[in-house]
Structure formats: structure tokens, C-alpha cells
């Protein structure tokens, strides 16, 4: 496709839940974001990726939360057992190079744990 | 630890009026971008900005850097109502892959 794509665009998970996000970045990107969103609030780095490697997961808030790119292309962000404060807006983003160029951000998935 | 503030973080004005958005970071770095977000939308980008004394223009949009003083600014030109919208500004050093996002300026332009 032309641009990023996220799906679900809106998840309603019941706490304790697990869920899986879908990112298709735009094809032939080398470097995929996560950002999580909160209301009213900027992106916070999630974790990078460099093809298929995860090169960087740092944001990730805690070991409840995992990415994958298997195959260099699509990723998941898999979310176990789902907190309330989970809720936000869930970022992928897609460049052709890591550094020192633009990101394309898709829509986001929007995630509420009820 | 690197941290970016804009400011204002509201800014609500008139069409055909001019203004600048602020945004002011802790430490070293060597990229700064600027993107817009509509509500619902995904985020767009507008600049990329990569060295000291950077200007770029895009329509009624100029964006700035100055890396001695740590500080970028989005100055908008004659304003209209089709630039509301939320716009951050967002920061990275080489030595790693992320971003640092500023809280985002809301702008609403009234006709």
C-alpha cells in the first residue's frame, strides 16, 4: 500500500486479556517504529526495529509487552494480560533508513481495558 | 536525559495573524523534526531539520534550528483555518534510535 497500515483501529480489550497489533509498514522500509500515545500527551518510544532485527526495546514499559518482525516486513505488538493503564494510542512508524530521515506514521490503533 | 518542552501548548488565533511555536531541548543533539497531527489522523511530517542555522519553508510553515541555543521554531505566516491542528516537534541524537517527542503545541485558527 501507499502508506502505513494499522489494524485493529480500535481494540476494546477486558483487563488481563492479551492482544496483537498489526503494523504493515510501507514496503521496502528498513526501519519500523512503535510509539505509544497517551491523551493529550507526544509519542513515547516503544522499540525499533532494522529489518528483523530488534535493535532496540528500551521503551518497552514492561515484560508484558513484546514485538516481533519476523520476516522484515509486518510487525506485532503483542500486549499479555492487559492493564488499564495500557489504554492509549498505539504508533507504528516506517522510514527507508534509520537515521536522519522522515518517519511515516500510520493511523494508530486505539486500545481501551475496560 | 534528553527532554523537549514547546511552548505554548495552546494557542488559539486569528487567520492572517502571524506566530512562532517554541520548542527548547535539554542536550546534544543532531536531528529535530516537526509533524502535524489532525484529530483521528496519523502524524504527518512536515521538516526535518539536521544542522545548526537550518531553515526550511513550506507554504505558510517555516521551521528553524539553532543547535547552540537547543532551541527550534515553527513560525507560521499568515495563518489559516486549514493549519488547526496539533504539532510536535521531536528530537534524536545518532547515538540511538529514538525519538524524544515534545507534549505538542494544539493551534486553532478562527476565521
Known amino acids: 500500500g501507499a502508506g502505513v497500515s494499522q489494524s485493529p483501529r480500535y481494540k476494546v480489550a477486558k483487563r488481563g486479556q492479551d492482544v496483537a497489533l498489526r503494523c504493515d509498514p510501507i514496503s521496502g522500509h528498513v526501519s519500523l517504529f512503535w510509539y505509544q500515545q497517551a491523551l493529550g500527551q507526544g509519542p513515547e518510544f516503544l522499540t525499533y526495529?532494522?529489518?528483523?532485527?530488534?535493535?532496540?526495546k528500551s521503551g518497552l514499559p514492561s515484560d508484558r509487552f513484546f514485538a516481533e518482525r519476523p520476516e522484515g516486513s509486518v510487525s506485532t505488538l503483542k500486549i499479555q494480560r492487559t492493564q488499564q493503564e495500557d489504554s492509549a494510542v498505539y504508533l507504528c512508524?516506517?522510514?527507508?533508513?534509520?537515521?536522519?530521515?522522515?518517519?511515516?506514521f500510520g493511523q494508530g490503533t486505539r486500545l481501551t481495558v475496560v | 536525559e534528553l527532554k523537549v518542552e514547546q511552548n505554548p501548548l495552546f494557542l488559539s488565533m486569528q487567520e492572517g495573524k502571524n506566530y512562532t511555536i517554541y520548542c527548547n531541548y535539554s542536550?546534544?543533539?543532531?536531528?529535530l523534526y516537526w509533524y502535524r497531527q489532525d484529530p483521528g489522523k496519523s502524524l504527518e511530517s512536515l521538516f526535518v531539520?539536521?544542522?545548526n542555522g537550518a531553515v526550511k519553508q513550506e507554504g505558510r510553515l517555516m521551521a528553524s534550528l539553532d543547535t547552540k541555543a537547543r532551541l527550534s521554531t515553527l513560525h507560521i505566516t499568515a495563518a489559516v483555518h486549514d493549519l488547526s491542528a496539533t504539532y510536535f516537534c521531536?528530537?534524536?541524537?545518532?547515538?540511538?534510535?529514538?525519538?524524544?517527542w515534545g507534549a505538542g503545541t494544539k493551534l486553532i485558527i478562527k476565521p
Open positions: 526495529f532494522q529489518n528483523e532485527a530488534q535493535l532496540d
Open positions: 531539520l539536521l544542522s
Open positions: 512508524a516506517s522510514s527507508l533508513v534509520a537515521l536522519n530521515t522522515e518517519a511515516f
Open positions: 521531536a528530537v534524536g541524537r545518532d547515538s540511538n534510535y529514538q525519538l524524544i
Open positions: 542536550t546534544t543533539s543532531d536531528r
